[in-house]
């Protein structure tokens, strides 16, 4: 078992960077590949960004390239989620996740999640 606790969220202006955390316990978190997706009410949960268990390959969907980072430092079991030039569009609830696989899009494909982290971008 993985437990994980994400952290950071509040409200933002439009064009405010935000730095997410999310706090990785239990069996071995080094050993997985972590992700964060995020979800709006009434739609489903979407890939964010991804990292590989040793942080060396990382993938992000095309809407935040450029202004999000993951990022991962293995010997505290932390994952961040750098986040600039938020917009509106980035208002939701972000969730942190562990797999086996590294960059995988699909929600399905991870095996372990946290509560989740509201942010709100105002225009």
């Known amino acids: 078992q993985v437990q994980l606790v994400e952290s950071g969220g509040g409200l933002v202006q439009a064009g405010d960077s935000l730095r997410l955390s999310c706090a990785a316990s239990?069996?071995?978190?080094?050993?997985?590949?972590m992700g964060w997706f995020r979800q709006v009410p009434g739609m489903e949960r979407e890939f964010v960004a991804g990292i590989s268990s040793a942080g060396l390959n990382t993938c992000y969907t095309d809407s935040v390239k450029g202004r999000f980072t993951i990022s991962r430092d293995n010997a505290n079991n932390t994952v961040y989620l750098q986040m600039n030039s938020l917009s509106p569009e980035d208002t939701a609830v972000y969730f942190c996740?562990?797999?086996?696989?590294?960059?995988?899009?699909?929600?399905?494909?991870?095996?372990?999640w946290g509560q989740g982290t509201q942010v709100t971008v105002s225009s």
């Open positions: 239990g069996r071995t978190p080094s050993n997985y590949a």
């Open positions: 996740t562990a797999g086996l696989l590294g960059c995988a899009r699909r929600s399905a494909q991870y095996r372990y």
